[in-house]
């Protein structure tokens, strides 16, 4: 597995390149946001462990461009303690967060969560465009096209997005929505979850109040329903024992 470092402290980077081969990975070091990009592009890493707080560069808007030319998982990593921090990197496209200082375990702990393999029987996403009622989720951009208008999602919502809508009118649990979109496997971790359902229920929702399309199982996790635009001829689908638990 290929790892890119980057980070302006050279020393912490320099320790981290070591100890990383050491235990077999290929790694390569970057201290700007310029070494990033070059090295980004040359290896083609698997995963890129990023300080978020790069002097020379915005470091998110930094991977979302790069990530045109080559995908990866990003691990942000930053000394602000502060939640909201956390939050920004988790919706500006980071798949996972690690506050410094760590110890070396810890990152490795991250490494292999945000690796491991999903152990659910979700449908997983394709690569086209996904209908569901008047829905139009679009994986590739991260968009979706409600009542003739597009709404642009962020890279976390677009994954949460498309898993819903591959899943149309079965449940997600929330224990299957934690493992593929972040890569976790405690089932109990369900703040990340509620909060992007917030955010794209008031992007897609007519009255996010009473969400019609994105809506809860209590207990279980959520499921987006082939619902149909008012204007439509079509009817609205009812909510019932249709509905069934995905893997089951």
């Known amino acids: 597995m290929k790892l890119l470092v980057v980070d302006n402290d050279r020393s912490m980077v320099e320790m981290l390149t070591a100890w990383l081969k050491m235990l077999g990975y290929q790694v390569y070091p970057a201290f700007t946001g310029e070494q990033a990009k070059t090295r980004w592009l040359e290896h ?11 002097p020379d560069v915005d470091a998110l808007a930094m991977c979302r461009d790069m990530r045109n030319q080559h995908d990866a998982l990003v691990l ?49 996403p394709p690569s086209s465009s996904i209908q569901v009622g008047s829905l139009c989720v679009d ?5 979706v ?20 809508a591959s899943n149309a009118n079965g449940v997600c649990t ?23 359902i917030y955010h794209l229920r008031q992007k ?18 959520y499921t987006l329903v082939r619902c149909f635009d008012e204007k439509s001829e079509e009817p609205f689908e009812e909510i019932g024992p249709s509905l069934r638990i995905v893997g089951q």
């Open 145 to 164: 096209c409600v009542h003739g208008k597009t709404v642009r999602l962020t890279p976390t919502e677009g994954k949460l997005m498309s898993l819903l």
């Open 174 to 196: 929330t224990g299957q929505i934690v493992s593929y979109v972040w890569g976790f496997s405690n089932e109990g971790d369900t703040v990340l979850i509620k909060t992007h």
């Open 44 to 54: 083609q890493p698997d995963i890129v462990i990023l300080e978020s707080t790069l």
């Open 139 to 143: 994986p590739m951009r991260n968009t």
């Open 204 to 221: 897609i929702e007519p009255d996010p109040a009473t969400p019609r399309y994105l809506l809860t199982v209590p207990g279980i996790g």
């Open 76 to 124: 942000a990593m930053a000394m602000d303690r502060d939640a909201l921090h956390e939050v920004y990197c988790l919706e500006g496209g980071a798949d996972d967060y690690l506050r410094k200082p760590f110890f070396p375990d810890q990152l490795l702990a991250h490494i292999h969560a945000m690796t491991r393999r999903t152990r659910s029987t979700v449908k997983l």
